[in-house]
């Protein structure tokens, strides 16, 4: 094996601090280490010390029953032969004996300590003790001229069956291992002075040496480094061109972004013979349904293949960028007409991905560039705002920056800023259009319209305010208010005995979505005073396919379990599946005016049979707008159509001119026709 380095280097490597920060780490060792030794030498005097009391104890007590023996021998002899009666001293010296014996007992588990041996001596002792005290108490209790023989069984228990020596050797063996352990200690106090030594030892060889060659080492390391930096430059200079492609591009499509448009729009050079520069700026039309239906995945695999396309409609040297979202931008040189022509066929054909045919719309706002000095910003404004109007004017087409462009769209925003006064101030007012049953001519109900009447404006109609309604997120405010006008006055004609009113209320589909409707609505129904058979709430067939999370059809289920009659809107304009009409609570359908004004054409006239026919299989009663003419509203009679609704019959009127109305009108047979109109 050959050595990639010195063997010597190899030897010192792992005593060599790689890294100088970490010589906290041996520091911290070190004092463990010497941490432990003192620990140890603590535990080991403290065990020295309770073994050194323990044998003292042993010993002292050992010795104390020596002596009391001796004391209860020695009196004894006193006794005998003398005819003293007093034995309290004897009697005193045996209950000593006794005492300082059960002291004696009381330490014996702790013996072990110093030999195990010492238990089976224990064993013997304490059966010779039994006996001499048996024998003391015998003498104690005996006659005098027992006594003598008494004396000398106390003496022979005492010296010739082994109490003395048992005693004797109990201090003896306790004070000899006692003298071994103190020597042991002594031993291991010189092992730990020299455990000491050794890690001052330790800490010279490994920490300050090691730090020394940590430095030496860093520095090598360093000088390494910088030669791998000076090496690294050309490697800098890619990233760098690489971050640089990053910061200007969209990472999703690859195209240059907002800040290359920026750049490049700043850098064109104009000639005024030649150059017909524009700006394009395209927005996919319903991109955000896309997402949410079959996934961000398939969204974003669009957005790219969309970008690629767009390439394609211009040359290499013009520009195509991604600026956010669904939107687009290219700048070019060529005719802008040509130019959308081809990016309006481009988008014609489905995109194909992964394996699904995806068709796509989109809207564009262009934006002519000259040489003025309006900044780059200022031409991406413009192209927003003509995009914009594209999308509101119903998307898929192309919308040129004009000035009048800016003036609607700034009118569309004053208008949303004026709705939310308008709403507070009461200026949103319940128009009311009759609506008249063909079967007898009588007076069945009236359709609530909105109107605005504008502080400065005049009377706007919805067709003006209600897209501004819609932006500004105030429809559910807007119904509201107007539901509760209608309610009011529709309580007045009752409680006048003009009529009993009957009216329906159009509900925007964020009204019918909205998850406070049903606690919102029946309290202006309670406060209002009208049953719940008066009133009457109309739905659009777009409510039904949008809404959201499934609350319109929870709502429109909510509020037929109280009563309230629901009908279809516009039914016929070819939005709603026929199933929504089995599956949901409806009491009628409305009949779109594009389909009563033909009758009685024969085509339009086996439509509408169609559609009553299913009305009536269904148990749907059915309404016809547009009904202008006694002739169609006698030909729908024929065909079995309920009510009809329409300027023959009554236009919608305000308040004021529609009580005139109902008192001329509420309870006379009507048909229509101009003389009706007329009576309006």
Same mark, same amino acid.
């Given at each position: 094996?050959?050595?990639?380095?010195?063997?010597?280097?190899?030897?010192?490597?792992?005593?060599?601090?790689?890294?100088?920060?970490?010589?906290?780490?041996?520091?911290?060792?070190?004092?463990?280490?010497?941490?432990?030794?003192?620990?140890?030498?603590?535990?080991?005097?403290?065990?020295? /010390?309770?073994?050194?009391?323990?044998?003292?104890?042993?010993?002292?007590?050992?010795?104390?029953?020596?002596?009391? !023996?001796?004391?209860?021998? #020695?009196?004894?002899?006193?006794?005998?032969?003398?005819?003293?009666?007093?034995?309290?001293?004897?009697?005193?010296?045996?209950?000593?004996?006794?005492a300082?014996?059960?002291d004696?007992?009381?330490?014996?588990?702790?013996?072990?300590?110093?030999?195990?041996?010492?238990?089976?001596?224990?064993?013997?002792?304490?059966?010779?003790?039994?006996?001499?005290? !048996?024998?003391?108490?015998?003498?104690?209790?005996?006659?005098?001229?027992?006594?003598?023989?008494?004396?000398?069984?106390?003496?022979?228990?005492y010296?010739?069956?082994?109490?003395?020596?048992?005693?004797?050797?109990?201090?003896?063996?306790?004070?000899?291992?006692?003298?071994?352990?103190?020597?042991?200690?002594?031993?291991?106090q010189?092992?730990?002075?020299?455990?000491?030594?050794?890690?001052?030892?330790?800490?010279?060889?490994?920490?300050?040496?090691?730090?020394?060659?940590?430095?030496?080492?860093?520095?090598?390391?360093?000088?390494?480094?910088?030669?791998?930096?000076?090496?690294?430059?050309e490697?800098?200079?890619?990233?760098?061109?690489?971050?640089?492609?990053?910061?200007?591009?969209?990472?999703?499509?690859?195209?240059?972004?907002?800040?290359?448009?920026?750049?490049?729009?700043?850098?064109?050079?104009?000639d005024?013979?030649?150059?017909?520069?524009s700006?394009?700026?395209?927005?996919?039309d319903?991109?955000?349904?896309?997402?949410?239906?079959?996934?961000?995945?398939?969204?974003?695999?669009?957005?790219?293949?969309?970008?690629?396309?767009?390439?394609?409609?211009?040359?290499?040297?013009?520009?195509?960028?991604?600026?956010?979202?669904?939107?687009?931008?290219?700048?070019?040189?060529e005719?802008?007409?040509?130019?959308?022509?081809?990016?309006?066929a481009?988008?014609?054909?489905?995109?194909e991905?992964? $394996?699904?045919?995806?068709?796509?719309?989109?809207?564009?706002?262009? /934006?002519?560039?000259?040489?003025?000095?309006?900044?780059?910003?200022?031409?991406l404004?413009? #192209?927003?705002?003509?995009?914009?109007?594209?999308?509101?004017?119903?998307?898929?087409?192309?919308?040129?920056?004009?000035?009048?462009?800016?003036?609607?769209?700034g009118?569309?925003?004053?208008?949303? +800023?004026?709705?939310?006064?308008?709403?507070?101030?009461?200026?949103?007012?319940?128009?009311?259009?009759?609506?008249?049953?063909?079967?007898?001519?009588?007076?069945?109900?009236?359709?609530?319209?909105?109107?605005?009447?504008?502080?400065?404006?005049?009377?706007?109609?919805?067709?003006?305010?209600?897209?501004a309604?819609?932006?500004?997120?105030?429809?559910?405010?807007?119904?509201?208010?107007?539901w509760?006008?209608?309610?009011?006055?529709?309580?007045?004609?009752?409680?006048?005995?003009?009529?009993?009113p009957?009216?329906?209320l159009?509900?925007?589909?964020?009204?019918?979505?909205?998850?406070?409707?049903?606690?919102?609505? +029946?309290? !202006?129904?309670?406060?209002?005073?009208?049953?719940?058979?008066?009133?009457?709430?109309?739905?659009?067939?777009?409510?039904?396919?949008?809404?959201?999370?499934?609350?319109?059809?929870?709502?429109?289920?909510?509020?037929?379990?109280?009563?309230?009659?629901?009908?279809?809107?516009?039914?016929?304009?070819?939005?709603?599946?026929?199933?929504?009409?089995?599956?949901?609570?409806?009491?009628?359908?409305?009949?779109?005016?594009?389909?009563?004004?033909?009758?009685?054409?024969?085509?339009?006239?086996? /439509?509408?049979?169609?559609?009553?026919?299913? #009305?009536?299989?269904?148990?749907?009663?059915?309404?016809?707008?547009?009904?202008?003419?006694? !002739?169609?509203?006698a030909? +729908?009679?024929?065909r079995?159509?309920?009510?009809?609704? $329409?300027?023959?019959?009554?236009?919608?009127?305000?308040?004021?001119?529609?009580?005139?109305?109902?008192? #001329?009108?509420?309870?006379?047979?009507?048909?229509?026709?101009?003389?009706?109109?007329?009576?309006?």
């Amino acid at each position: 094996m050959r050595w990639k380095s010195n063997p010597l280097e190899v030897v010192r490597r792992p005593f060599l601090l790689r890294k100088p920060e970490r010589l906290w780490a041996h520091y911290c060792l070190a004092l463990i280490i010497v941490l432990c030794l003192i620990i140890f030498s603590y535990v080991q005097n403290r065990a020295m /010390v309770d073994r050194g009391l323990l044998a003292a104890q042993a010993i002292k007590r050992s010795n104390g029953q020596v002596l009391a !023996a001796q004391d209860i021998i #020695a009196i004894s002899d006193g006794l005998v032969g003398a005819n003293a009666a007093d034995l309290a001293e004897f009697d005193n010296a045996v209950l000593n004996f006794e005492a300082v014996y059960a002291d004696l007992r009381a330490s014996q588990p702790s013996w072990h300590l110093f030999d195990d041996n010492l238990v089976d001596t224990t064993q013997h002792l304490h059966q010779k003790t039994i006996s001499f005290l !048996a024998v003391a108490k015998d003498f104690a209790a005996a006659p005098p001229d027992r006594r003598f023989g008494l004396n000398l069984r106390l003496k022979y228990v005492y010296q010739q069956s082994g109490l003395h020596e048992n005693l004797l050797e109990v201090s003896r063996v306790i004070s000899a291992r006692f003298k071994a352990e103190a020597t042991r200690f002594q031993i291991q106090q010189k092992a730990m002075l020299l455990a000491s030594g050794l890690v001052l030892l330790a800490e010279a060889l490994f920490i300050f040496r090691p730090a020394q060659m940590s430095v030496v080492s860093s520095l090598k390391s360093m000088r390494k480094t910088t030669n791998e930096l000076r090496t690294s430059q050309e490697k800098l200079k890619k990233m760098n061109a690489q971050l640089e492609h990053i910061v200007r591009h969209d990472p999703l499509t690859g195209l240059p972004n907002r800040r290359s448009l920026i750049e490049y729009l700043d850098g064109i050079k104009f000639d005024k013979r030649t150059d017909a520069w524009s700006l394009l700026l395209v927005g996919l039309d319903g991109f955000k349904s896309i997402n949410d239906t079959i996934g961000h995945d398939y969204g974003d695999a669009l957005l790219i293949a969309v970008g690629n396309a767009l390439k394609s409609c211009v040359d290499s040297e013009h520009l195509v960028a991604h600026v956010g979202g669904d939107e687009f931008v290219l700048i070019s040189n060529e005719a802008s007409e040509y130019l959308i022509k081809r990016i309006f066929a481009l988008l014609n054909e489905p995109f194909e991905i992964s $394996g699904r045919r995806i068709p796509i719309n989109a809207s564009i706002g262009h /934006v002519a560039i000259d040489d003025s000095s309006r900044q780059a910003n200022d031409l991406l404004a413009d #192209a927003e705002i003509a995009l914009q109007f594209a999308k509101n004017s119903g998307g898929k087409k192309a919308q040129a920056f004009q000035q009048h462009v800016r003036d609607d769209i700034g009118s569309m925003q004053k208008l949303q +800023l004026d709705l939310t006064d308008a709403i507070r101030n009461g200026e949103i007012e319940p128009w009311f259009q009759p609506q008249v049953r063909l079967a007898d001519g009588r007076l069945h109900g009236a359709e609530v319209l909105v109107r605005w009447r504008h502080p400065t404006r005049g009377l706007l109609t919805p067709d003006i305010f209600l897209p501004a309604a819609e932006r500004a997120g105030l429809m559910i405010d807007l119904d509201h208010a107007v539901w509760k006008s209608a309610m009011d006055l529709a309580r007045g004609w009752q409680d006048a005995d003009v009529w009993r009113p009957v009216i329906s209320l159009n509900a925007a589909p964020d009204t019918i979505s909205d998850p406070y409707l049903i606690e919102r609505f +029946l309290r !202006a129904v309670q406060l209002s005073g009208l049953e719940a058979d008066q009133v009457v709430i109309e739905v659009l067939e777009t409510t039904l396919i949008n809404g959201k999370d499934d609350l319109a059809s929870i709502n429109i289920d909510s509020l037929a379990e109280c009563g309230i009659a629901l009908e279809l809107d516009d039914f016929g304009t070819g939005y709603a599946s026929l199933s929504k009409l089995t599956q949901l609570p409806l009491a009628g359908i409305k009949l779109d005016r594009s389909l009563i004004a033909p009758l009685p054409d024969h085509a339009a006239d086996s /439509v509408v049979r169609a559609i009553l026919a299913l #009305a009536a299989e269904l148990g749907l009663h059915v309404i016809a707008e547009g009904v202008e003419e006694d !002739a169609q509203a006698a030909h +729908l009679k024929e065909r079995g159509c309920n009510v009809g609704q $329409g300027y023959g019959f009554g236009r919608p009127m305000p308040p004021k001119e529609f009580t005139t109305w109902l008192s #001329a009108n509420a309870k006379r047979t009507l048909k229509a026709g101009p003389d009706i109109a007329r009576i309006a």
